[in-house]
């Protein structure tokens, strides 16, 4: 076990613009703006509240980017996010997404759970189902 790591830890967490081999039996993918927000980042508070299941989670933010650099396809690292984005999401059982969720819901009256706790309990409740889902069809 690696230093700092906690033994109740089964998730693994990708970060862009890396792909290691995964891990986790079910993947979830945190969508949303790639640059950091005030206040408690719902990414992070999210990731720890899926941290004892066996999951992979991809997580797009990016610690490295830098707001100069150039929103177009011929930029190198951008086009690098961007598919990264697209690959890590088509690979992914579950895609949790916050505005534009926020948007429809209120289109079509669907509640909206605004507070990270609600997410996360909401997040680990699907994931947990799927996992349940995953383990009947191999007996």
Known sequence: MADGESPR???????????PPV???KTVF??????RTSGPEWRDILTEALSHLPVTIFNP????WDSSWKEDISFSPFREQVEWELDMQEQADLVVKRGNVQIVSQ???IDFLDAEEDLAGA???KI???LQEQASDRT
Do not use: F, I, Y
Not at 30 to 35: E, K, N, Q, R
Not at 61 to 64: A, G, K, N, V
């Open 23 to 25: 891990t986790g039996q």
């Open 123 to 125: 997040v680990t409740t």
């Open 30 to 35: 945190l969508a949303g703006t790639t640059s």
């Open 61 to 64: 933010l990016r610690h490295d």
């Open 9 to 19: 830890r089964k998730a693994q967490v990708v970060v862009a613009p890396t792909r």
């Open 128 to 130: 947990q189902r799927l």
């Open 107 to 109: 289109r079509l009256g």
